[in-house]
């Protein structure tokens, strides 16, 4: 099937190169989404993430810093000339945080919110839907289409961990079921170790591995200080094993003779 290359802003997936998208689980103050764009442009990586509407597991926690989060990740993306993608959870704030975003994440926990997805098959920003962790591979293909229809072509897919009777990692990490999916979707397809996991010790090889499969990308959560972050604490790559892991992914690009994208 003929690729469908999404670009956000000048950053092309779905082309030759392998993409990396990198950034923090979420924006959680001016100094902190600043620091990690810093870091997150000096190893190269051509997009920002970073979650300002968060859908946590348990309403007790950090809830995100909604859209003045959104624009405190504008200005250090700008500040790096950085394109950047964060999640939205409601159409309510579809329109609000248009200005601002240059692609939008739908999560796991809302890939079969259609209302949401309908909106967004109307808006002129690439969306990046993450498979439900409970949802089959139809019915991810399926919720790409609710934005495809709508006119809005430009989806990437993220593989990011289903449920299963292994709870030795957070999730069970699918990638036979994305090389499914890229098998039948025109979409490209990329895959988060991160959330897959929950454990930086394994992003590494799993990010080597969605290299060597020939899929499309990859989205990681990198803090500058695990320690102290407001969410997902335990999976986030330290700067160390986050350069360890981009200097080894060069190796693999190089012998792979697919570049990272710039
Ligand atoms: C995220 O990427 O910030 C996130 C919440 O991931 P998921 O929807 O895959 O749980
Ligand atoms: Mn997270």
Same mark, same amino acid.
Not at 230 to 259: H, I, K, N
């Given at each position: 099937m003929p690729r469908l290359r999404v670009s956000i802003r000048d950053v092309e997936i779905g082309g030759d190169g392998f993409v990396v998208i990198a950034g923090p689980c979420a924006v959680e103050s001016e100094e902190q989404i600043h620091e990690s764009a810093a870091l997150v442009a000096r190893h190269g990586i *051509?997009?920002?993430?970073?979650g300002a509407f968060k859908a946590r597991?348990? *309403?007790?926690?950090?809830?995100?810093?909604?859209?003045?989060?959104?624009?405190?990740?504008?200005?250090?993306?700008?500040?790096?000339?950085?394109p950047m993608i964060t999640e939205v959870l409601s159409e309510r704030d579809v329109e609000g945080m248009l200005p601002y975003v240059d692609a939008f994440q739908v999560g796991s926990r809302n890939m079969d919110?259609?209302?949401?997805?309908?909106?967004?098959?109307?808006v002129d920003k690439p969306v990046l839907?993450?498979?439900?962790?409970?949802?089959?591979?139809?019915?991810?293909?399926l919720a790409a289409e609710y934005i495809t229809v709508g006119g809005n072509e430009h989806v990437v897919l993220c593989e990011r961990g289903i449920r299963t009777f292994s709870n030795e990692t957070r999730f069970t990490l699918d990638l036979a079921g994305a090389l499914y999916a890229r098998q039948q979707s025109h979409c490209p397809v990329i895959i988060d170790p991160s959330h897959a996991t929950g454990n930086p010790r394994l992003i590494p090889p799993l990010a080597a591995a969605t290299l060597a499969a020939g899929l499309d990308g990859l989205m990681v959560e990198v803090?500058?200080? *695990?320690s102290v972050a407001l969410s997902d604490a335990d999976q986030a790559l330290s700067p160390r094993l986050f350069s360890d892991m981009m200097e080894q992914l060069q190796r693999y %690009?190089?012998? %792979?003779?697919r570049p990272l994208t710039r």
């Amino acid at each position: 099937m003929p690729r469908l290359r999404v670009s956000i802003r000048d950053v092309e997936i779905g082309g030759d190169g392998f993409v990396v998208i990198a950034g923090p689980c979420a924006v959680e103050s001016e100094e902190q989404i600043h620091e990690s764009a810093a870091l997150v442009a000096r190893h190269g990586i *051509p997009v920002l993430r970073g979650g300002a509407f968060k859908a946590r597991t348990s *309403p007790y926690t950090f809830q995100g810093l909604g859209l003045d989060g959104v624009k405190l990740m504008r200005a250090a993306a700008d500040r790096q000339d950085l394109p950047m993608i964060t999640e939205v959870l409601s159409e309510r704030d579809v329109e609000g945080m248009l200005p601002y975003v240059d692609a939008f994440q739908v999560g796991s926990r809302n890939m079969d919110n259609t209302a949401l997805l309908k909106l967004l098959g109307q808006v002129d920003k690439p969306v990046l839907l993450k498979r439900g962790f409970a949802a089959t591979i139809k019915e991810w293909l399926l919720a790409a289409e609710y934005i495809t229809v709508g006119g809005n072509e430009h989806v990437v897919l993220c593989e990011r961990g289903i449920r299963t009777f292994s709870n030795e990692t957070r999730f069970t990490l699918d990638l036979a079921g994305a090389l499914y999916a890229r098998q039948q979707s025109h979409c490209p397809v990329i895959i988060d170790p991160s959330h897959a996991t929950g454990n930086p010790r394994l992003i590494p090889p799993l990010a080597a591995a969605t290299l060597a499969a020939g899929l499309d990308g990859l989205m990681v959560e990198v803090h500058p200080d *695990p320690s102290v972050a407001l969410s997902d604490a335990d999976q986030a790559l330290s700067p160390r094993l986050f350069s360890d892991m981009m200097e080894q992914l060069q190796r693999y %690009a190089a012998a %792979a003779g697919r570049p990272l994208t710039r």
